[in-house]
Each structure stands twice: as C-alpha cells, then as structure tokens.
C-alpha cells in the first residue's frame, strides 16, 4: 500500500478478506487481474473510494450495494463474465470520468446508466448487446463512447441528444442504417463505422461541421453517396 492506494493486482486472489472494507481512506482499491469471482459486501463500505478496479477476474455479479461508492469518478468493470450489471451504477453521482464495461456478457445496459449526466467515457466493447436504452439525452457529458464488436442492429434516434459527443466507435456490429439525429452531433471527430452491413448514409453527416475520420470499411452493401466528396473538400479523412 501507498498513500491511500491498496494495489491487489496481479496475485493470483480468489477471495478477499471479508473485513476489507474495515477503513475508509482508500481512494484507490486496484484489484485487476486476479481470480475473484465474488466480492465480500465488506467491499461497497470504502466509502471514500474514487477509483475502483475489478477489470480481468471471474465476477458474475456485482451488487447493488456498489451504488455506496458515491465518491467513485472511475469504475473498471471488464473482462469478467458479467451477464448484466446493477441499474444502481447509475445512482453513483461521481462517476464522471471512466466506466468500463468491456468484454463481459452483456445483452443490455440498464437505463438508469443513462442518468450519469457528468460521465465522460464509456466503453461497453465485446459483449452481446443487441440494442441501447432508447433515451441517452442524459448522458450529456459523454466524450468517447466505444460499443464495437456487439450485435446492434440500429441507434437509437436519441443518439442524436449526446451533444459533447466527440468519438463514437461502432465497428463490427450488424447495424444497417444510421439515423438523422446523428447529424445533430456538432463536436464528433471521428466516426467508425467499419465492419457492419451498411447500406446507406444519412446526408445529415453533412451537418457535423468538426468530423475529420469517417471510417466505413467491410460494409460491402453499402451504397456510397456522391455527397460524400463534399466531407472530403472539408479535410475529411474518409476510409473505404
């Protein structure tokens, strides 16, 4: 341990003692790359925690006490064998920097996520998710949102609400059509749309004034649009 760090990674645990969360003062608790397939619910009473790492374990389940880490900014949840994850991970009014939630079992994300209106991040790749919440406006802060290599099939038309948008990552999904509200992202950079069943385009890609990568390789349906050469006048880096 240092400072108010507890690093646990790497050693092999399968359980963890049953009073850790006998302090308090721990910002950090890095338990990444262990055996654990359960947590003692000793673990959700460190309070003070605002980076918690559970990435690379064997967890199933992870409990709805979780919504006690109310100072946590960062939570790693990836690459475990999570079939679903608590809608409390939505009542955690700090997590505003990372969630990470990939290379579980996912088929879905709970709706509440959708309440955490400061989280800048959220990486919910190689999973099983077929389709997102249908209201994401509340995740207004969100930068960088990382869904490759699911099963989505379409967007939700509120796709279109997530304004600071900067970076979304589609790539090997089944989607077929985006939807207009996707020209309402005026801060997106780059778009990946690689590897999906694309048949058209929206013109509304027109209207994102800052997108500088437009990657749209191995959609081999996919009609491409003459309009597209307007996004390349614009410095457009198109990939396909």
Request: hydrophobic share 40%; proline share 5%; net charge negative.
């Amino acid at each position: 341990m240092e400072g108010r760090t507890l690093d646990l990674s790497g050693r092999g645990l399968t359980e963890l003692p049953a009073d850790i969360g006998g302090r308090d003062d721990w910002e950090t608790l890095n338990l990444w790359r262990n055996r654990l397939r359960t947590v003692p619910d000793s673990l959700w009473d460190l309070t003070g925690l605002r980076v918690l790492i559970l990435a690379e374990n064997e967890l199933t389940h992870i409990s709805p006490r979780i919504a006690r880490l109310r100072s946590v900014h960062t939570l790693d949840l990836a690459h475990n064998a999570l079939a679903t994850v608590p809608g409390e991970l939505g009542d955690l009014p700090n997590l505003t920097e990372y969630l990470y939630l990939s290379d579980n079992r996912l088929t879905a994300l709970p709706e509440q996520l959708c309440r955490l209106g400061g989280l800048r991040y959220l990486g919910a790749t190689d999973n099983r998710l077929t389709a997102l919440p249908d209201d994401l406006s509340g995740l207004a802060a969100l930068r960088e949102l990382r869904l490759y290599r699911n099963r989505l099939t379409a967007l939700p038309e509120s796709i279109g609400e997530l304004r600071a948008l900067r970076e979304l990552h589609l790539r090997g999904n089944r989607i077929s059509r985006l939807p207009a509200s996707i020209g309402r992202l005026a801060d997106l950079r780059l778009l990946d749309l690689r590897d999906n069943g694309l048949v058209e385009l929206p013109e509304a890609l027109l209207d994102l004034p800052r997108l500088d990568k437009l990657d749209l390789r191995w959609n081999p349906s996919l009609r491409v649009p003459h309009w597209l050469d307007e996004l390349v006048a614009r410095d457009c880096v198109i990939l396909r």
